[in-house]
């Protein structure tokens, strides 16, 4: 399995400002993936992140409004910009990990509320 | 473009009940995963399943896989309260490992 920590676990901010938020994982993956949880919905893919390369953005999300980086292959940013109230969301990562058998673990979540 | 459509999306059941959700995809999968999620929490695993006719069971929860029927449920048997949460099947397809996640089912048990 792989342990994941997400940094912060929320915040309440002010729009217009930007949020980076830090996903650590305790070991070496090749992808990593950002998904966003608006109140009382499912979970929607944001981006995937490869270490190395920039980061494969889903339809309906651009990399000026949410900027990814993945500096190794235990870390990644994601950045929430000029945020709105429409941003409020949880924000999870992701890996594929596995010993068996690949599988995928999220972290805790980031949950951000924007005034 | 990959579609996951879980039903019902609410179910409310008095302990001991059993009940079925029901997971339905739109394309070949490589896999597919339940989730189970707290209110305020993160997704705990519950079921990786990887090929056609695939039964897991944990507990009250079992889980299979028709993947010709493209096709998941997730069978509740004598429901207890503690299994009060939401739950997700999610899909992965395409060989990218990237899951696309259902609608979400959730799930009340009544004392």
């Known amino acids: 399995s792989a342990v994941i920590s997400q940094k912060p676990s929320r915040d309440i901010c002010q729009r217009g400002t930007s949020l980076t938020i830090q996903c650590q994982v305790d070991?070496?993956?090749?992808?990593m993936f950002w998904y966003r949880q608006q109140p009382g919905q499912s979970l929607t893919l944001i981006a995937t992140?490869?270490?190395?390369?920039?980061?494969?953005?889903e339809s309906g999300f651009v990399i000026d409004k949410f900027p990814i980086s993945r500096p190794n292959l235990t870390f990644s940013t994601l950045t929430v910009s000029n945020m709105s109230p429409e941003d409020s969301s949880i924000y999870l990562c992701?890996?594929?990990?596995?010993?068996?058998?690949?599988?995928?673990?999220f972290g805790p979540g980031t949950r951000l509320t924007v005034l | 473009e990959l579609k996951v459509e879980q039903n019902p999306l609410f179910l409310s059941m008095q302990e001991g009940k059993n009940y079925t959700i029901y997971c339905n995809y739109s394309?070949?999968?490589?896999?597919l995963y339940w989730y189970r999620q707290d209110p305020g929490k993160s997704l705990e695993s519950l079921f990786v399943?990887?090929?056609?006719?695939a039964v897991k069971q944990e507990g009250r929860l079992m889980a299979s896989l028709d993947t010709k029927a493209r096709l998941s449920t997730l069978h509740i048997t004598a429901a207890v309260h503690d299994l009060s949460a939401t739950y997700f099947c999610a899909v992965e397809s395409g060989g990218y490992q990237k899951v696309t996640f259902g609608t979400g089912t959730k799930l009340q048990v009544i004392p």
């Open positions: 070991s070496q993956v090749t992808m």
């Open positions: 399943l990887l090929s056609n006719g």
């Open positions: 992701s890996v594929v990990a596995g010993i068996v058998y690949n599988e995928q673990f």
């Open positions: 992140a490869n270490q190395g390369s920039e980061a494969t953005y």
């Open positions: 394309t070949t999968s490589d896999r």
